[in-house]
């Protein structure tokens, strides 16, 4: 039984930062690309940030690149999301993601990943 924990959200002002922690039991976490996502109240979920089997192999929404980095430790089972310059639009759960098939590639879909965290609030204040 695979399972993700996401953790690290909390509340910020304008410019903070705060790192998002996922960590994976169950299967060894470099089994899987990983991925970011968030919903923010009144809004669909959107893809913010993805990472293959080779940390190299990253991907990040728009609206982030720049301010926030992916990292993953396959030694921890742990997924990172470093989140830099934060901005009140930024205020939303944040949901990591595993992908199980084809791995080596990332996907920005949601339906793409197979396994799901319960969630980080993550607030930002102006």
């Known amino acids: 039984q695979v399972q993700l924990v996401d953790s690290g959200g909390g509340l910020v002002q304008t410019g903070g930062s705060l790192r998002l922690s996922c960590a994976t039991s169950?299967?060894?976490?470099?089994?899987?690309?990983m991925g970011w996502f968030r919903r923010a109240p009144g809004k669909d979920r959107e893809f913010v940030a993805a990472?293959?089997?080779?940390?190299?192999?990253?991907y990040y929404a728009d609206s982030v690149k720049g301010r926030f980095t992916i990292s993953r430790d396959n030694a921890k089972n742990t997924v990172y999301l470093q989140m830099n310059s934060l901005k009140p639009e930024d205020t939303a759960v944040y949901y990591c993601?595993?992908?199980?098939?084809?791995?080596?590639?990332?996907?920005?879909?949601?339906?793409?990943?197979?396994?799901w965290g319960q969630g980080t609030q993550v607030t930002v204040s102006s």
């Open positions: 993601a595993a992908k199980s098939v084809a791995p080596r590639y990332i996907s920005t879909t949601p339906r793409s990943y197979d396994y």
């Open positions: 169950g299967r060894t976490s470099s089994s899987f690309a």
């Open positions: 990472v293959g089997l080779s940390a190299r192999n990253t």
